[in-house]
T-cell receptor, first 115, second 117 residues
Framework: AQKVTQAQTEISVVEKEDVTLDCVYETRDTTYYLFWYKQPPSGELVFLIRRNSFDEQNEISGRYSWNFQKSTSSFNFTITASQVVDSAVYFCAHTYGGSQGNLIFGKGTKLSVKP | AAGVIQSPRHLIKEKRETATLKCYPIPRHDTVYWYQQGPGQDPQFLISFYEKMQSDKGSIPDRFSAQQFSDYHSELNMSSLELGDSALYFC????????????????FGPGTRLTVL
């Protein structure tokens, strides 16, 4: 069965701290996609990144970076020098590749960044 | 860039009433998905359509139905509403497998907040 686990329910940090959000997935598929979405207090779901199962290259986008390791089935997300605007619920999600598969979400991690 | 449009943004209904939610995908996107998110929960997949045909079905109640029209917009019809149907309903769209690097990435609309009284 496909499953996504985000063990951290809530994290609270002070502005400018670095924070890592953990994501562990389970799948029997050989081809799949992994995603991170951000849900700010306003409620919308904002796409952050997609990773293909065959591409283990890590990625950096500004203050955001992602570490994908197939050996440990993990896809962790790090925010460097956090800001108050980063406060949101972050969801890790998984789908199987190439067939318009539906997203399976983790339970989400609520990040609070205090000034 | 154009995003997914959902209407209405907010909807209040009484128990046993019906509701219709609309979704307009990003231009050129051929696949539409519907998700339901209860308070404090993660989004749960309901149903999806590819090129106007149902492609996958999740935990959608029999009281709900959906379709995708020739212009690719989609509607979710909900009947005999129950208190437990109160939730945020998201529509997402994506470009099918032939879309290259950006294919199969789901972009979400702002959601419709349904309250059943």
């Amino acid at each position: 069965a496909q499953k996504v686990t985000q063990a951290q329910t809530e994290i609270s940090v002070v502005e400018k701290e670095d924070v890592t959000l953990d994501c562990v997935y389970e799948t029997r598929d050989t081809t799949y996609y992994l995603f991170w979405y951000k849900q700010p207090p306003s409620g919308e779901l904002v796409f952050l990144i997609r990773r293909n199962s065959f591409d283990e290259q890590n990625e950096i986008s500004g203050r955001y970076s992602w570490n994908f390791q197939k050996s440990t089935s993990s896809f962790n997300f790090t925010i460097t020098a956090s800001q108050v605007v980063d406060s949101a619920v972050y969801f890790c999600a998984h789908t199987y590749g190439g067939s318009q598969g539906n997203l399976i979400f983790g339970k989400g991690t609520k990040l609070s960044v205090k000034p | 860039a154009a995003g997914v449009i959902q209407s209405p943004r907010h909807l209040i209904k009484e128990k046993r009433e019906t509701a219709t939610l609309k979704c307009y995908p990003i231009p050129r996107h051929d696949t539409v998905y519907w998700y339901q998110q209860g308070p404090g929960q993660d989004p749960q997949f309901l149903i999806s359509f590819y090129e106007k045909m149902q492609s996958d079905k999740g935990s959608i109640p029999d009281r709900f139905s959906a379709q995708q029209f020739s212009d690719y917009h989609s509607e979710l019809n909900m009947s005999s509403l129950e208190l437990g149907d109160s939730a945020l309903y998201f529509c997402a769209s994506s470009l099918g497998g032939a879309g290259g690097r950006e294919s199969d990435t789901q972009y979400f609309g702002p959601g419709t907040r349904l309250t059943v009284l």
